[in-house]
């Protein structure tokens, strides 16, 4: 179970009485998308549909439902500078008492969200692994740390899949596709035995490695005496996190890594639906 599930879990366990705010459609610039949801409970909420006067205006509505002092069961809410917003658009709002059958809905819509996440496969779990297991927990990812090490996963946050392999390479063929993978282990042979398998598939959204340069030019030179066409190597970014940040600290070469794994992910969407 991951950190939304189980908040939401425990939000649902303590309040019983809720109401379900759902975005059931925009126009123009809205602050989330449709699909999103936020839940009210008499004193806590838990969510976000925006932030702003959009969500004072559902909360306020919603808590109105719960207490049975008015309240609608829909809004249509214009997002203009005459209700203290800026961005423009509309936002329909559907609001729903939480009873049994809409908390199984919940379950289902976010076990579903669950199985359609990208995932990252990250190669070592090293400093600069950890650092970035721990940026990508944050982030509506599944991540997933592969380790040669049995010890190295030990210091893994539980947020993350931990999977122990005697021979990582073998592993990159079962990632599926959309997926990313960052290679960052303790050992250049094997980053280039994993890179060299990654390159390939065709189908994954994003390859990338730490190193520098120069490393980068010893792992192209093995994949020309290989036959590995350019174009397929050009698609591995090393160095991973660039160098508009002139910072080797594992924390500041994760957060980059991260922008840069969302940008592949956003698209690769574009590019296949």
């Not at 999103?36 to 008499?42: D, E, N, R, S």
């Not at 549909?49 to 049975?68: C, F, P, S, T, V």
């Not at 290989?226 to 160098?243: H, M, T, W, Y």
Request: proline share 4%; with cysteine; glycine share 10%.
């Amino acid at each position: 179970m991951n950190f939304l599930q189980d908040s939401l879990a425990g939000f649902l366990a303590r309040e019983y009485r809720v109401v379900i705010v759902d975005i059931t459609a925009t126009k123009g610039s809205a602050p989330r998308d449709e699909g999103t949801f936020m839940l009210v409970a008499p004193t806590e909420i838990h969510g976000t549909i925006g932030g702003g006067q959009l969500e004072y205006a559902a909360i306020e509505n919603a808590r109105k439902l719960l207490a049975d002092s008015g309240g609608e069961a829909t809004l249509d809410i214009p997002l203009g500078p005459e209700d203290g917003d800026c961005c423009g658009g509309r936002v329909a709002l559907r609001f729903t008492f939480a009873d049994e059958e809409a908390r199984r809905a919940l379950d289902r819509r976010l076990a579903e969200d669950e199985r359609l996440k990208p995932q990252v496969w990250i190669f070592g779990a090293g400093h600069v692994g950890r650092a970035l297991a721990d940026a990508l927990t944050m982030l509506p990812i599944k991540v997933f740390v592969v380790e040669a090490r049995e010890t190295a996963l030990d210091q893994l946050t539980s947020e993350v899949h931990h999977r122990f392999a005697a021979l990582p390479e073998a592993l990159v063929a079962d990632i599926p596709a959309g997926s990313a993978v960052v290679i960052v282990t303790h050992d250049h042979a094997l980053d280039f035995r994993i890179g060299s398998q990654a390159l390939q598939r065709t189908d994954l959204a994003y390859i990338g490695m730490v190193g520098s340069q120069s490393k980068r030019g010893t792992f192209l030179h093995h994949l020309d005496e290989q036959g590995v066409p350019r174009s397929a190597a050009d698609r591995l970014v090393l160095p991973i996190g660039g160098s508009a940040v002139d910072d080797k600290r594992p924390e500041v070469i994760a957060a980059m890594t991260a922008s840069e794994v969302l940008l592949a992910f956003a698209e690769w969407r574009r590019s296949n639906g």
